[in-house]
């Protein structure tokens, strides 16, 4: 019963590093996302994906990248972090968009970038 | 651009009072979600809402959509204090083919005895 697992769950990171969120899940769902959530903002979508091997920009896409190799991974990237992304992530993942079905939301990622 | 805004942005109430928050949202949708969450945790789903007049309602909250208005409301009955919370609304901007959700800034619920 896991759902959405996200990893890791804290992290800090210095200034010009780089580091992976991974996002798994177990419920065979098609559609995955990447959202950051800061304070006063509500959550602002980065990188999405409708498919294994499938990837888009979202509305903060900048400075991140993404892949989706397995269908069950969905994976962001920060090839030189900066403070400004100081964070909480959170991926999701959908069955089918727009339905009863929703999304489901994983635990989150704090990530400090000092 | 679909946004989503909602209000009140904070929101400090006395146990037992009834208050509502307002999303409203700028283009046509008819799949709306409430979703709430606790400091430092991820996003409760509350409600599905997915046509004109769609009403939920679930123990002191009840959710309402009225896509000719493009607003929905979260309506708190006879709050206590297990409700502070913060409450957020998603607008499934699904046309297309992916679907995502756009949302709002959050409302920061205070119930206070």
């Known amino acids: 019963n896991a759902g959405v697992t996200q990893t890791p769950k804290f992290r800090v990171l210095k200034t010009g590093q780089s580091m992976t969120l991974l996002c798994a899940q177990d419920m065979n769902h098609e559609y995955m996302y990447w959202y950051r959530q800061d304070p006063g903002m509500g959550l602002r979508l980065i990188h999405y994906s409708v498919g294994e091997g499938t990837t888009a920009k979202g509305e903060v896409p900048d400075g991140y990248n993404v892949s989706r190799l397995k269908k069950q991974n969905f994976l962001l990237g920060l090839e030189s972090a900066a403070p400004s992304q100081t964070s909480v992530y959170f991926c999701?993942?959908?069955?089918?968009?727009?339905?009863?079905?929703?999304?489901?939301f994983g635990s989150g990622t704090r990530l400090t970038v000092v | 651009e679909l946004k989503v805004e909602q209000n009140p942005l904070f929101l400090s109430m006395q146990e037992g009072k009834n208050y509502t928050i307002y999303c409203n949202y700028s283009?046509?949708?008819?799949?709306l979600y409430w979703y709430r969450q606790d400091p430092g945790k991820s996003l409760e789903s509350l409600f599905v809402?997915?046509?004109?007049?769609a009403v939920k309602q679930e123990g002191r909250l009840m959710a309402s959509l009225d896509t000719k208005a493009r607003l929905s409301t979260l309506h708190i009955t006879a709050a206590v204090h297990d409700l502070s919370a913060t409450y957020f609304c998603a607008v499934d901007n699904y046309g297309g083919s992916q679907g995502n959700l756009i949302f709002g800034k959050g409302t920061k619920l205070s119930v206070k005895p």
């Open positions: 999701a993942s959908s069955w089918r968009p727009g339905t009863v079905y929703g999304y489901t």
């Open positions: 283009t046509t949708s008819d799949r």
């Open positions: 809402l997915l046509s004109n007049g």
